[in-house]
């Protein structure tokens, strides 16, 4: 497989979430199609990750009032977005008679129809930019993956001998010490290994599914929780400082980053002309749900809330099974996460090597991938900042700053409204600014924190 080709299945972070026969590329092959009911349960279904669980501590650093009214624009804006992505594809699928365009593609022939003849005669590097950012997006997935594995399950391992059925009690945990954090993570590494060598999507299906209902089940009995027993907001700040806010934008754009589902979803559907009204009201479902879950774990737990609210459930046998159930669902992700990356550097490799070392190479490569995600998690072990890193590097870029620069370079020479531009710049500039300020915020916040201990976001729960 050349690498545009590979390409191809980039754009496709949730392939398994969207398809029952997952093997398939989705290039411009058709499917069966799906209804309207599935697509908006896949859209729904695909922003739910651990994003969601760190949204309570990205209000904290917003603000209790800033904090929500930010998610709401953030989510307004993002939806934008992609319907911005979606009308390109659609434009150019008419122009070009094809019957799918993904993301790649779609940011390729927008450079070509832009009036500039320098990047007409660039355009191919609008497909590598979005290649490089898929790749760091989903590595960095993959990072935050690890550490919020090894925070969850020392919390469990140290607060086992002080486990109870009582749900209700307030009295403090006094968690017994164990082995340091980066221990846990490295503990992780052979079981990610023997994941990451499963090359067959279709099997990959089954553990999509497993991480689905894992990751459901645990996210209802963690909202029922924080539901309770909310103390008076009037302590909280309405808006936080400024310094904290950029730390705010890192980790709600890391939730929201889901573009690159939105064609391929689109391609599935049995009657696409749908398919703007479901991405509507699937963000807004997701929009609604960020807001609230992160809202009420702010409400709940105040200044004391964790970088993942998971780590602020009480010690009792209920709430630590949802933390091992959160585990195994981040466990089996991983390996979906690390499939995106995968197809776009492995069959890149192998076509320079000969047919006999095609095999040693590409197994070769995985090993050093996944040593690499969880060598980046050992260094950077504090996921609020991984986070927070990973969502202003890469997903501002592919959500926020490269959809309105296509809508301009695509429909430019058919002529724009003034308003339109600035709109476009405006949306593209905020991006950039999030990208610059949000990166330099979570880098000097990780440096400040080289002489205090690493591992505090995975400390106690002392209620």
Known sequence: MSPPESAKKLENKDSTFLDESPSESPGLKKTKGITVIQALIHLVKGNMGTGILGLSLAVKNAGILMGPLSLLVMGLIACHCMH????????????????????????????????????????HWGRHIVSFFLIVTQLGFCCVYIVFLADNLKQVVEAVNSTTNNCHSNETVMLTPTMDSRLYMLSFLPFLVLLVLIRNLRILTIFSMLANISMLVSLVIITQYIAQEIPDPSRLPLVASWKTYPLFFGTAIFSFESIGVVLPLENKMKNARHFPAILSLGMSIVTSLYISIGTL??????????????????????????????????????????YVPAEIIIPFAISRVSTRWA?????????????????????????????????????????????????????????????????????????????????????DELLKSGDSPLFSNSTTFLR
């Open 84 to 123: 911005i992505l979606v009308r390109c594809a659609q434009r150019f699928c008419k122009r070009l008679n094809k019957p799918f365009m993904d993301y790649g593609d779609t940011v390729m022939h927008g450079l070509e129809a832009s009036p500039s003849a320098w990047l007409q005669n660039h355009a």
């Open 297 to 338: 774990g702010y409400l709940r737990f105040g200044d004391d809330i964790k970088a993942s609210i998971s780590l602020n459930l009480p010690n009792c046998w209920l709430y630590q099974s949802v933390k091992l159930l959160y585990i195994a669902g981040i466990l089996c992700t991983y390996a979906l996460q690390f």
């Open 359 to 443: 095999l040693p190479l590409d197994l070769s490569i995985r090993l050093a991938m996944v040593c690499l995600t969880c060598l980046l998690a050992v260094l950077i072990p504090r996921l609020d900042l991984v986070i927070s890193l990973v969502g202003s590097v890469s997903s501002s870029a592919l959500a926020l700053i490269i959809p309105p620069l296509l809508e301009v370079s695509t429909f430019y020479s058919e002529g724009m409204s003034p308003l339109t531009i600035f709109k476009d710049a405006l949306i593209s500039i905020l991006g950039f600014v999030g990208f610059v300020v949000g990166t330099y915020q979570a880098l």
